[in-house]
């Protein structure tokens, strides 16, 4: 799960404090995000948690998210784990390497809740993408100007991007002065001078706003989120057609209440035609 992205979610490993000083382990891997209101029935069902057993405990993670180990230990609760997944998953394409690029670049995390906040105003983070003309221009070998160009290169392309008067210069004549500019020289200046901090794909304002880490208390976190990701979720049960086996068990109902004639066959006649509209609905 080395290169992960976790869109998918977080898969942990979950035991249980009071088994574990019995000499018992029950560990067992739970993916999340899950709705809260289910993870306390499935810790209960897989034997995690009952009247006399409370306390668990995360005793391995398949992967760590933005490689951030000081906040991942056995005592992250739970719940907040969960929120976290469900942010994972939300996330725009792209903010994850804005994430990353903090992480690496900005203010220690020392907490889950820091790291919560961060995602949370992933927005409002002093990370940029490249972006420049002919950027996603092509070779004779189908890499783009951007795949094949180093960070360096990158950022001074995004950097001198609008500079008309730079562009004219170096275009006069037959461009022998475009030949002459180092870009990479320039990105690294850049870095020299903390001005940037250069990654594959973004580059970091040195100069910037950081957004404060401890913004939001995580209880307004979890509730925005979780209403996010409900939502979310609701949406995209909604836009699932139905499957082909889902269709033929329905029109396989709908046969055998329709040879039914015997006593209660208006109401049985009457549930034919709701399942029939179903059913062609989801068809169609």
Partial sequence: MANNDFHDGIDV??????YYS?????????HLPMDPDEIEP???DHGLVDEDHEETYISDYDGLPFRCPQVFNEYARLDKLNVLAMQLILLPEGDLA???????????????DELMNLVAQADE??????VYDDMYVEDQWHKTC???????????????????EFWDLMNRGDGELLSCFDFNSYGDIAVRNGYVELCE???VNKRGDWPPLDEYPFEEIADETLAEWRGARGKDAAEKPAAP???AYAASAIAALSADDGAGGTERREAVGRAAAMMFRDIN
């Fill in 42 to 44: 499935w810790l209960r």
């Fill in 22 to 30: 019995e000499g018992e382990l029950r560990d067992t891997w739970m």
């Fill in 13 to 18: 490993c979950v035991g249980n404090w009071g």
């Fill in 201 to 203: 794909t973004c580059y």
């Fill in 98 to 112: 804005h994430i990353q690029a903090a992480i690496d670049y900005g203010e220690p995390l020392s907490r889950l």
């Fill in 146 to 164: 951007l795949e094949r160009s180093t960070p360096q290169e990158n950022y001074a392309y995004t950097a001198l991007d609008g500079d008309s």
């Fill in 125 to 130: 983070l002093p990370v940029y993408d490249y």
């Fill in 245 to 247: 086996s889902e269709i």
